[in-house]
């Protein structure tokens, strides 16, 4: 008998691995053109490396139902019947959902899908707006389509249930205890990967140079799960650097201690008006100035020769709510937090706004789209903004794209506010155009093909917006005492970099321009190695204003300042500096790129931990 129960544990494995594979194949089915540069040999060894995760991931779902099956057959219990089938339902849609998410988001994301997707998931209008109507619809067949295959499955294996034979209730008793303990015993054994040392985790599944092959190889299960865990942060002190606190601080003296003043001034006058410009996915490497690319932003050229450009600059992480947190609060990013949806915390950091206050700056905040997404309207509302609006507040009769207004309008509208707002200000407008689904109006220059076109076609828009924006306000009256600031919230793959597991990929603009420019500055390029939360240390110092409130933050204009950006990638943390970079991946404990040689290595593993931990540190005590 017990034997028979164990085989029946054997098919609700083989079920799960056979779900598992079927969801890889539509996966590889959809995304077709993204294998294109790899051999099919190479495809196919994604199913045999996936073996040890996917039993590991089936033998979590499988105990519970295997539980439920023993006590039907033997009690014949129609209650325990239901709950083993219609736990299992309720497993095969769970996972169809991960597939079929994670099928639809890999072509704009290019990751496997993660627990961020419950931020998403909080205002669930914004996830089908921010998704094309194919995206939709392929989204809701992909669910059908797997919970339906693995029903079929499930119907072969399980069309007969073990003969039983005649057992009194001790025995029964003894049955159960028996195929429990057993099934328990080798569940635990395959979800650590066996009796070794150290439990497996997605490294064993990953066998190939190309991304996509690995997270094709990956269970989205176990994946998805072990990135909630760190969304959580019920696991992420695992996943801290193992230094001594005290050890860490002495390391990132250096980085602290160095001289703040000098006299290295770009600003004619130390209170102009301030214009932000926050400009959505706008990466390096899509910008024809900064990278390779041609013909793609030549009005962001022509201004960018003619202010101060940043050009060694990184987003502190992927998504925008935290790029916004950077850029005005000038705090770097935990691994898998969003400041701005834990208002407890992101309430006790301070915001350029609020510096500016005693000078008697209005100050305003305006975003095309919905502000509810990743609690951004929120954030600038607890920091003090004058004004915060969005989508809520344009005018009617517009026409629109899926997410938002058109640049074309934001910039119109960002206008109009301006003019009826006093003087000095703050104002920042938050540009949506370059976000899937990348819905914008044809315009000249929109000839870009291949897997990135979309998003290409939506920059070329939206800097042909940014040039009209720019010659409307040069006939404003507040035009002359102005600063403008372009930076982008976070990047984005394009024709040249496509993994968000790459340093390139973090790498954005910054740039300062307008009339209150000094001309010795006009034209000028600054290598510094830097990130978007260096923004308040930067502006605030050119403006007399202290920075002691954004410890985080540096001067990027200071000559001594020490030459660093730290980043986030998906589940890890990257760390630039003028020698080289590194990237380590927290679940895999691995570093993913390192260009740092001989001794620097060495060094520059530890400040990067150091840095990471006394950052952890901190958001902890927020």
């Known amino acids: ?300 050229d022509q201004l960018a020769s003619t202010g101060l450009l940043f050009d060694s600059i990184f987003c502190t992480s992927h998504t925008s709510e935290i790029g916004n947190a950077s850029i005005f609060a000038g705090f770097p990013s935990v691994p898998e937090v969003s400041i701005s949806m834990q208002p407890e915390k992101s309430r006790k950091l301070r915001s350029l706004n609020q510096s500016l206050k005693k000078d008697n700056y209005f100050s305003s905040y305006l975003f095309s789209g919905d502000l509810k997404y990743g609690n951004i309207g929120g954030f600038f509302m607890d920091h003090g903004f004058d004004q915060v609006q969005d989508e809520s507040d344009f005018p009617d009769g517009l026409k629109r794209g899926k997410l938002n207004y058109y640049d074309a309008d934001l910039y119109d509208f960002f206008i109009q506010g301006i003019r009826k707002s006093p003087e000095p200000f703050m104002h920042c407008a938050f540009t949506g155009s370059t976000h899937s689904p990348f819905d914008v109006p044809k315009v000249p220059g929109q000839t870009w093909k291949g897997e990135e076109a979309a998003y290409m076609n939506s920059l070329v828009y939206a800097d042909r917006c940014l040039g009209d924006f720019i010659e409307q306000v040069k006939k404003e009256k507040w035009y002359k005492n102005t600063l403008f600031i372009f930076v982008a919230d976070h990047s984005h793959t394009t024709p040249t970099v496509n993994s968000p597991n790459a340093h390139a990929f973090y790498r954005i603009p910054l740039l300062f321009w307008g009339p209150v420019l000094e001309d010795s500055y006009r034209g000028k390029r600054i290598s510094t190695v830097g990130s978007q939360f260096d923004i308040p240390a930067t502006l605030l110092y050119q403006m007399g204003i202290s920075s002691e409130d954004y410890v985080w933050s540096k001067d990027l204009m200071n000559p001594e300042v020490p030459q660093f950006a730290f980043h986030n990638i998906i589940g890890g943390y990257g760390w630039v500096r003028p020698k080289g970079y590194l990237i380590y991946q927290m679940q895999m404990k691995k570093y993913l790129e390192d260009t740092f040689l001989g001794a620097d290595r060495q060094k520059e593993r530890e400040n990067c931990d150091a840095y990471m931990l006394k950052l952890y540190e901190y958001y902890k005590e927020l």
């Open 1 to 300: 008998m017990i034997k028979r129960l164990m085989l029946m544990y054997l098919k609700l494995l083989l079920l799960w691995v056979a779900v598992f594979d079927f969801g890889r194949l539509l996966f590889l089915i959809h995304h077709a053109s993204k294998f294109k540069e790899v051999n099919w040999s190479e495809i196919l060894l994604a199913f045999w490396y996936s073996i040890r995760l996917d039993l590991a991931t089936a033998a979590g779902l499988a105990f519970l139902p295997f539980v439920f099956y023993v006590v039907s057959i033997l009690f014949r219990a129609k209650w325990s019947r239901r709950l083993f089938v219609g736990m299992l339902v309720l497993e095969f849609v769970f996972m169809a959902l991960i597939h079929a998410g994670e099928i639809n988001a890999y072509g704009e994301w290019n990751h496997k899908l993660t627990s961020r997707v419950f931020m998403h998931l909080s205002n669930p209008d914004e996830v089908f707006r921010s998704a094309d109507y194919s995206m939709t619809f392929w989204f809701f067949v992909y669910v059908l389509i797997e919970v339906l295959f693995s029903w079929r499955i499930f119907k072969l294996l399980f069309r007969k249930d073990v003969e039983i034979q005649l057992f009194n209730w001790i025995q029964k008793t003894t049955i159960i205890l028996v195929s429990t303990i057993t099934v328990a015993f080798f569940s635990i054994v395959l979800l650590r990967g066996g009796f070794q040392a150290i439990p497996i985790n997605i490294n064993s599944a990953i066998y190939s140079n190309h991304s996509t092959t690995n997270d094709l190889s990956i269970n989205s299960l176990y994946f998805f799960s072990k990135s909630y865990l760190l969304y959580n942060r019920s696991e992420i002190d695992e996943f801290m650097p193992q230094m001594d606190s005290g050890k860490a601080e002495q390391l990132l003296t250096p980085f602290r201690d160095f001289p703040r003043e000098h006299e290295r001034y770009f600003l004619k006058n130390k209170r102009p008006n301030i214009v932000f410009v926050v400009m959505e996915s706008w990466a390096a490497g899509a910008i024809s100035c900064m990278s390779p690319t041609e013909g793609s932003t030549p009005h962001f």
